[in-house]
Every structure is written in C-alpha cells, then in structure tokens.
Nanobody, 124 residues
Framework: QVQLVESGGGLVQAGGSLRLSCAAS????????MGWFRQAPGKERDFVAG????????YYADSVQGRFTVSRDNAKNTVYLQMHSLKPEDTAVYYC?????????????????WGQGTQVTVSS
C-alpha cells in the first residue's frame, strides 16, 4: 500500500505560479511511477504529468507542456508539480497518483493509489 498526501494548492492570479507536493508513505516509493491528474467541476479527471520511478521518463499533457514541470525526490518520498504561467482553465482539484509499476503512464486507470486532492484556483 502507498499513502499519498498532496499539498501546495491555493488561489493564485493568472500568470502566477504554484508548486504542488505529494508526500508518499508505505511501501517503497522509489519503485513507483507517479502521476498528476486534475479534475474540474463537471468534467472528467485528466492526465497532467507523469514521471517514471527514476525520473528518466516524463510525460506532459499538451495543455501544460512548457508551463508545468514534474520532478521527484526519492530520498524524500516526494513528487512535485511546479506550475508557471497559470491560466483560469488550470483551475481544478489536482490529484497525485502512484503505480505499482515503475513505468509512467498517461492512463489514469493504470494508477493504483490516489491522494485526496488539493484545490488550485486561478483567478482572471
């Protein structure tokens, strides 16, 4: 089992930045691929970014490419999502997820563990 706790969400003006963190506990974090997803009200949960166990393979959704950066610190059992140039359409609950496999994926159904989410609100 892996327990995930997100933090760092909040209210920010358009053009601003936020850094989300996801702290993992339980089984060995360094063997898990990690992902960030987001869900806006009335919409499906969408892939944002994914990172393999080593950090060597990273994926981004087209909508955040060039603005968001995912990273991980296996010594701290933490994965991060640095968000720059935020837009109102980035407003959503952001979820951290972990896979039992070390290979990253954009498919939310391939993730085995989920955090409770953290709200990001971008005002115009």
């Amino acid at each position: 089992q892996v327990q995930l706790v997100e933090s760092g969400g909040g209210l920010v003006q358009a053009g601003g930045s936020l850094r989300l963190s996801c702290a993992a506990s339980g089984r060995t974090f360094s063997s898990n691929a990690m992902g960030w997803f987001r869900q806006a009200p009335g919409k499906e949960r969408d892939f944002v970014a994914g990172i393999s166990w080593s950090g060597g393979t990273i994926y981004y959704a087209d909508s955040v490419q060039g603005r968001f950066t995912v990273s991980r610190d296996n010594a701290k059992n933490t994965v991060y999502l640095q968000m720059h140039s935020l837009k109102p359409e980035d407003t959503a609950v952001y979820y951290c997820a972990a896979k039992d496999s070390g290979h990253s994926s954009t498919n939310l159904y391939e993730y085995d563990y989920w955090g409770q989410g953290t709200q990001v609100t971008v005002s115009s």
